[in-house]
Structure formats: C-alpha cells, structure tokens
C-alpha cells in the first residue's frame, strides 16, 4: 500500500513563515502535488513537483527530493485567508494519486 | 456549466436506502475519480475510470459502485446505504495524457445515512 505522512496541524502569526513536511513511501512515483483545501470547500491544486528542487509559485515554495521520499511546501508572508488544511498527495504511476490525511494551518493574528 | 458539478449538495439518507450522487465535468477530461472525505482520515478513492467505458476499484470500493457510459459523467451509487458511508464525496477529473495529471474536484456532497 501507500504511505503519506504529515503533520495533523500547525499554527503560525500572521507574516511568518510555515513549513509544512510530507514523507511518502509508494510503490511507485510519478510526481508529487500539493492541494489547498479550506473548511467546507473543494481541494484546489497548488503545486506539482516531479524532479528534484524547488519550485516557486509566488509565496507559496515547493520541494522535492525523491531518494529521501521527502517533499514540503513553504507558506511565506502568511496571511488570514492562508487558514487551511494543505494535502500532499503522490502519483503512484497510474492515473491515481494516493493522498496524505492533510495538514491543517491555523494562522493567528 | 464550467468544470465540475455535483449533485446534490448534501442529503439525509436512511440506512437501506439506494442513493446516486451525480458528478458532471465538461473539460472532456479522460479520467474520473469519487473520493470520500473522512476526518483525520483525509481523501481515500472509492473508484475510478481512466477513460468513457473503463472503471476500477479504489481503496474502499465496497458498497458503491459506478458507471461510465460517457466521457462527462460519472454516477457514483449507494445500493444500500449504511451509517459508516456517512461522509463527504468528493468527484474529480484529469486529462490523463499528461504526466502531470493534475486533478480538479467538484464541489462535493454531504451526505448522512441516519
């Protein structure tokens, strides 16, 4: 089966920075996606990550290293509407991508 | 209609009941997906379909099944409906000829088996 580890929540000020970690072990890889997702609503994508590096989008920063089965997303200038819950989900090599359980990110004032 | 739709928004079923939440996407992408949304749990796939005509079973296909008749549509059907399918579904769609496969999600339904 497939494994997708993250944090449950994180809290941060208003500003600051937020590192939001994933370790994934799968039976196979084609690429790693970050997707925000707010209370009652649907997820919406934010970032795609298949070599390894890192990739800006904005504030919002996402990393790759696929010998350590490692990806974080990085939340710079964190601002209210930034309270969410953020999914790291792996495409296995098929059509179908397996999903962490979400990191939920309360950002306080 | 401009991506996916869902219906209905939410529902109040009762147990033993057949229930069929409707998923529409007209992107004309080849892949189908229905999630369940669970607290603490977060996204599982019920089923799948890699293109109009195809189906497969996700990781918690029992108790639901689906039908691909068209490439816009992808019914997904309670046949007998328990509390323990009380949850969130959520459709969504890719293009499935990229790598990326990049998926879109409806807007979801609530649904509660009483």
């Known amino acids: 089966g497939q494994n997708i580890d993250q944090p449950t929540e994180m809290t941060a000020t208003e500003g600051a920075i937020v590192q939001i970690n994933c370790t994934y072990q799968?039976?196979?890889?084609?690429?790693l996606f970050w997707y925000q997702q707010h209370a009652g609503e649907a997820p919406t994508f934010l970032s795609y990550n298949v070599l390894d590096g890192l990739e800006e989008k904005g504030r919002f920063s996402s990393f790759l290293s696929r010998s350590k089965g490692y990806s974080y997303l990085l939340l710079k200038e964190l601002q209210m509407k930034d309270s969410a819950s953020y999914l790291c989900a792996v495409n296995d090599g098929d059509y179908k991508l397996s999903f962490g359980a979400g990191t939920t990110v309360t950002v306080r004032a | 209609i401009a991506g996916i739709t869902q219906a209905p928004t939410s529902q109040i079923l009762a147990a033993g009941r057949r229930m069929t939440l409707r998923c529409t996407q007209d992107?004309?992408?080849?892949?189908m997906y229905w999630y369940r949304q669970d607290l603490g749990l977060g996204l599982r796939l019920i089923h799948y379909s890699n293109t109009a005509g195809t189906t497969g079973k996700g990781e918690v296909p029992d108790g639901y099944s689906v039908s691909r008749a068209n490439t816009d549509d992808f019914p997904l059907t309670l046949a007998s409906a328990v509390p323990s399918q009380t949850s969130v579904y959520f459709c969504?769609?890719?293009?499935?000829?990229?790598?990326?496969?990049?998926?879109?999600f409806g807007p979801g339904t609530r649904l509660t088996v009483l």
């Open positions: 799968t039976s196979g890889f084609n690429g």
């Open positions: 969504a769609s890719s293009d499935g000829s990229t790598n990326s496969n990049e998926q879109f």
């Open positions: 992107m004309r992408h080849n892949a």
